[in-house]
T-cell receptor, first 115, second 113 residues
Framework: DSGVTQTPKHLITATGQRVTLRCSPR?????VYWYQQSLDQGLQFLIQ???????AKGNILERFSAQQFPDLHSELNLSSLELGDSALYFC??????????????FGPGTRLTVT | GQNIDQPTEMTATEGAIVQINCTYQ??????LFWYQQHAGEAPTFLSY????GLEEKGRFSSFLSRSKGYSYLLLKELQMKDSASYLC??????????????FGRGTQLTVWP
């Protein structure tokens, strides 16, 4: 158990819909990261938040947005869903005092299926 | 941009040693790391290299040559539980709070009894 929690574990929805994925980081970690993993693209970085502010962006689609709240939990919002958005979405956290940002702790993931 | 190459699949026998290679091209470099991912599970951190050379951590070692854009992960005394995908990745950003990581497609290692 990494200490990172994600909900829901599975999500099945239709094209055009909007969903919200939730992540709670490890206690003490200030950074939250979102990744998308699909068979054809591998594990892709989407976005990083550090202590409530956006810190780095990857190839995140405009239809996707995220935020980190004052209690450091984060949400990833996916809208106008397409079949190609079906993937495993991981949240990770890092950034405790003295720890490397590279040593990221991943949550169990949310498997999104768009039908 | 970043380009990371690693073999798609490898097989080895229990008790043996296996070396998983990774080559990369990047416009910036701040560290090379390895993660392990069992099927259906989350990636878990194994190691990272910032400077050239070998980093040893128990049965796992990781090597980096920045001039050659090359790294390898060495797994000794292989066990069945080492069957997993091994992800090579890098960070191209400078800054202690920047954690944007770029991953390769992963090498699926199968350990046979």
């Amino acid at each position: 158990d990494s200490g990172v929690t994600q909900t829901p574990k599975h999500l099945i929805t239709a094209t055009g819909q909007r969903v919200t994925l939730r992540c709670s980081p490890r206690s003490g970690d200030l950074s939250v990261y979102w990744y998308q993993q699909s068979l054809d693209q591998g594990l892709q970085f989407l976005i990083q938040y550090y202590n409530g502010e956006e810190r780095a962006k990857g190839n995140i689609l405009e239809r996707f947005s995220a935020q980190q709240f004052p209690d450091l939990h984060s949400e990833l919002n996916l809208s106008s869903l397409e079949l190609g958005d079906s993937a495993l979405y991981f949240c990770a956290s890092s950034g405790r005092q003295g720890a490397s940002v590279y040593e990221q702790y991943f949550g169990p993931g949310t498997r999104l299926t768009v039908t | 941009g970043q380009n990371i190459d690693q073999p798609t699949e490898m097989t080895a026998t229990e008790g043996a040693i296996v070396q998983i290679n990774c080559t990369y091209q990047t416009s910036g470099f701040n560290g090379l790391f390895w993660y392990q991912q069992h099927a259906g599970e989350a990636p878990t951190f194994l190691s990272y290299n910032v400077l050239d050379g070998l980093e040893e951590k128990g049965r796992f070692s990781s090597f980096l040559s920045r001039s050659k854009g090359y790294s390898y992960l060495l797994l000794k005394e292989l066990q069945m539980k080492d069957s997993a995908s091994y992800l090579c990745g890098l960070s191209a950003d400078r800054g202690s709070t920047l954690g944007r990581l770029y991953f390769g497609r992963g090498t699926q290692l199968t350990v046979w009894p």
